[in-house]
């Protein structure tokens, strides 16, 4: 459907009044077909991750939301007025039960973004009503549910796409494919962080009613609204936020971990939560021919200095990148004897993988008639990535799996595929519980059959 400017306006007035705000980046469309080749879909979901997913679904040609289905009566209200503003007429429910038999032949595939514990039964349901499901990441809170989802996936035949939607941004795509493989050389050591400042639980003037909870399975509003600190319902930070880079270190290597170290804390908050607020982690990751490398990686919500970003360190040169690109959008040239040569440096730069940077030759330092070593002193100005991205950072993702739906693109992130990333972060946790190193076996990485 074509929108005039007065309702384009009017939706994104609806948009600004509840949506947190989200950077745009820049990059080439994903054609997914022609804008009267329509998806109907419906959302179970419209808390904070639901909303900037439907930010993404109302500008994405052929997509029309029908249905939201959220526990919150409150939240309801807000869906039908955010797409209204879009010239989406969407009728809300309660329980996604409900919803799936009443709109089942008005809908085509369902996004799922509800808390962590529900991932399983939602996509699941969703999946055997033979609707295509687009799933939030974590898979989930527990490995044995997040197995189900694969398995059920298989056996209905519908796609399953998980929200790690970096494997998506056509940034990271362009890393992956030519600057990690092609001018990095080994890459021996990857680094991640995400830091987020102390912030108290969030909490509302009218939230749902207890019986409401209670039905659905939240003892409070306190755990209903906070769910990610609360095992029961997410897991903690490391979940939340760091299954999208622990995912960057498996796609970069091409192999799951071997190992993982972690320790974290639990008393930045008074009073302290049930997950932990801070954790620190090194993965070993061994490789087929025999070496070995490491990924360092923090998360902590006690505060923001850096925010967040990746880091891989090659021998040859070092990517820095973050999915907001003022955070991170460069590669770094190692200057040392054997490295790249100035030649092989502007090679990648007429690739066009890279764009020219003033400075990249740097002289040797001479003080007192002593060379200074330049792997201490000297270093190449970063070159900025030739790719950017202009769309909001889920909506390459959520293109992605529509054109699956369409004409049967590949997924970017399928269930088996996150299901790697799932077992790799889930088990941080446990190492940090256990004051030990937890040691994966390969067969940890491939979902088991039904018990």
Not at 63 to 76: P, S
Not at 253 to 271: E, H, L, R
Request: net charge positive; with cysteine; charged share 25%.
């Amino acid at each position: 459907m074509e929108f005039d400017r007065r309702t384009f306006v009017k939706g994104a007035a609806a948009t600004a009044a509840f949506l947190p705000s989200f950077n745009i980046l820049r990059a080439d469309d994903i054609t997914i077909g022609p804008k009267d080749d329509t998806i109907n879909v419906a959302m179970i979901g419209f808390g904070a991750e639901g909303k900037v997913l439907a930010a993404s679904l109302v500008r994405i040609p052929g997509v029309r939301v029908r249905a939201v289905c959220d526990i919150w009566k409150f939240e309801q209200q807000r869906a039908k007025a955010f797409f209204k503003g879009y010239g989406h007429a969407v009728t809300t429910y309660e329980d996604y039960r409900d919803m799936l038999a009443k709109e089942d032949k008005n809908i085509d595939a369902v996004v799922v973004a509800t808390p962590d514990w529900m991932h399983c039964e939602h996509t699941c349901a969703c999946l055997r009503a033979g609707k295509h499901v687009y799933c939030e990441k974590e898979m989930s809170n527990r490995l044995e549910l997040a197995a189900e989802m694969c398995r059920v996936q298989k056996e209905t035949g519908k796609l399953l796409q998980i929200g790690h939607q970096r494997r998506s941004n056509p940034r990271y795509r362009h890393c992956f494919e030519h600057v990690v493989p092609s001018m990095l050389g080994r890459v021996t050591t990857a680094y991640a962080q995400w830091n987020r400042t102390l912030a108290p639980f969030f909490s509302y003037k009218k939230p749902p009613k207890q019986e409401i909870l209670t039905k659905y399975g939240y003892a409070n509003a306190e755990q209903f609204h906070n769910w990610r600190w609360f095992y029961k319902y997410g897991g903690g930070s490391m979940v939340d936020l760091g299954s999208h880079q622990i995912d960057l270190f498996i796609w970069a290597w091409g192999v799951p971990p071997s190992s993982v170290t972690a320790i974290g804390g639990k008393d930045a908050f008074n009073p302290p939560r049930q997950a932990y607020d801070r954790m620190y982690c090194i993965y070993e990751f061994k490789m087929p021919d025999g070496t070995k490398n490491e990924a360092i990686y923090q998360v902590i919500s006690s505060n923001a200095r850096g925010g967040f970003y990746e880091q891989f360190m090659g021998v040859n040169a070092s990517l820095t990148i973050a999915e907001i690109s003022a955070r991170g959008n460069t590669v770094q040239r190692e200057l040392r004897q054997g490295g790249l040569s100035d030649a092989e440096w502007q090679a990648f730069i007429d690739k066009g993988w890279i764009l020219p940077s003033e400075g990249d030759k740097v002289k040797k330092e001479v003080t007192k008639d002593i060379a200074v070593d330049t792997r201490i002193s000297a270093q190449a100005n970063g070159n900025a990535l030739a790719i950017e991205m202009n769309k909001p950072a889920h909506m390459p993702h959520l293109e992605n799996f529509f054109a699956a739906c369409r004409h049967g693109e590949t997924l970017n992130c399928p269930a088996e595929l996150a299901y790697e990333s799932a077992v790799a972060v889930l088990a941080a946790n446990k190492s940090a519980d256990t004051h030990a190193k937890h040691i994966f076996k390969p067969e940890d990485f491939k979902v088991p059959p039904r018990a």
